[in-house]
Structure formats: C-alpha cells, structure tokens
C-alpha cells in the first residue's frame, strides 16, 4: 500500500502524552506488515525527527531495511506532521 492510497479521516494533532499512549495502545501484530512499517515510520519522525542513521548493509534483515527506507522517506516532515499521519493511518485500519 502507498501513502496515497490510505484513506485519511479528519483528525487533529495530539499532544505528546497523548500521542504516547496511543503509540503504547497499538498492537502492531495484528496489523498488516505494510502498515505496520508505515506507522513504524512516522511513530519515529513523530518522536525522533529525521533518521540519522545510515541504510543497513546488502545483507541486512529485510525488515531491518524496510522499516529504514519507510522512515527516511520521510525525511523533513514535520514531527506534528508524522503524529496526525500516524493517527491517521491507525484510524483507517481500525474501521
């Protein structure tokens, strides 16, 4: 699934603490792998910013690599920005 194919309900920012608890509500197994990489990433831009880190080696896990090109992509989003896609995502799977 790509970004532009997510349904995104209306929804408004949360404030830290909130956003927390829902990171910490979530069961990731039960999500599909797409979309438990994509919250993955903006769980990480929402909370850490940008990813400094470099792309894991050719032989690397290919989760390891999925969840690090998801995240960089999303280099420069706004941490608010990252929260409400986070929130909007979990929304959409949630229906």
Do not use: C
Not at 55 to 65: I, L
Not at 67 to 88: S, T
């Amino acid at each position: 699934m790509y970004l532009e194919e997510i349904p995104l309900p209306s929804v408004t920012k949360a404030s830290d603490s909130d956003f927390q608890k829902i990171i910490k509500s979530v069961n990731y197994h039960e999500l599909p792998l797409d979309i438990r990489i994509l919250l993955e990433a903006y769980k990480n831009q929402a909370t850490l910013g940008d990813n400094p880190n470099p792309r894991p080696e050719r032989y690397s896990m290919v989760m390891e690599t999925l969840l690090h090109d998801a995240w960089a992509r999303l280099k420069g989003m706004p941490k608010g920005v990252a929260q409400k896609e986070f929130i909007r995502l979990l929304k959409s799977v949630q229906h």
